[in-house]
């Protein structure tokens, strides 16, 4: 097998600082569009947020009724919720389980009806509609 020579193409020198400006100025707009059309899930601010409160499974079990999340929540695709338990026990929301003292960040990606137990709400349950 023979090996064929290509001929190779000089660059003008004037034109490759041109270039190099252009690819800066190119990677530079596109970062910032980038920025501004969307990031990280950490830095997005959430489309529902409940906190339970210090305190909340006592209340619970005395027989108080807490106004904490809805019954039934309707979300859209790709919006987020974020349950923060500040409580020293743990609570089961519907779907999810938070721990003492842990933090639920979720974003709905599935359509559908998500119906649980909930320990702080006073019907017991909790239901997620989640539309496309």
Same mark, same amino acid.
């Given at each position: 097998?023979?090996?064929?020579?290509? @001929?190779?193409?000089?660059?003008?020198? *004037? *034109? /490759?600082?041109?270039?190099? #400006?252009?690819?800066?100025?190119?990677?530079? #707009?596109?970062? !910032?569009?980038?920025? &501004?059309?969307?990031?990280?899930?950490?830095?997005?601010? %959430?489309?529902?947020?409940?906190? #339970? %409160?210090?305190?909340?499974?006592?209340?619970?079990?005395?027989?108080? %009724?807490?106004?904490? !999340? @809805? *019954?039934? !929540?309707?979300?859209? !695709?790709?919006?987020? #919720?974020?349950?923060?338990?500040?409580?020293?026990?743990?609570?089961?929301?519907? %779907?999810?389980?938070?721990? /003492?003292?842990?933090?639920? *960040?979720?974003?709905? +990606?599935?359509? &559908?009806?998500?119906?649980?137990?909930?320990?702080?709400?006073?019907?017991?349950?909790? +239901?997620?509609?989640?539309?496309?």
């Amino acid at each position: 097998m023979t090996d064929i020579a290509r @001929p190779t193409t000089a660059v003008s020198t *004037r *034109r /490759a600082p041109m270039r190099v #400006i252009i690819s800066i100025l190119l990677v530079g #707009i596109v970062g !910032l569009a980038a920025t &501004g059309c969307g990031g990280s899930d950490d830095a997005e601010q %959430p489309t529902y947020s409940y906190v #339970i %409160p210090a305190g909340a499974g006592d209340r619970i079990e005395q027989g108080e %009724p807490l106004d904490i !999340l @809805p *019954r039934e !929540l309707v979300a859209q !695709l790709d919006e987020t #919720i974020i349950i923060v338990n500040e409580d020293d026990q743990a609570h089961l929301l519907g %779907p999810w389980f938070v721990g /003492a003292g842990e933090t639920l *960040r979720q974003r709905f +990606t599935t359509a &559908g009806v998500f119906e649980d137990k909930c320990t702080v709400h006073p019907s017991g349950q909790f +239901t997620v509609v989640v539309e496309a």
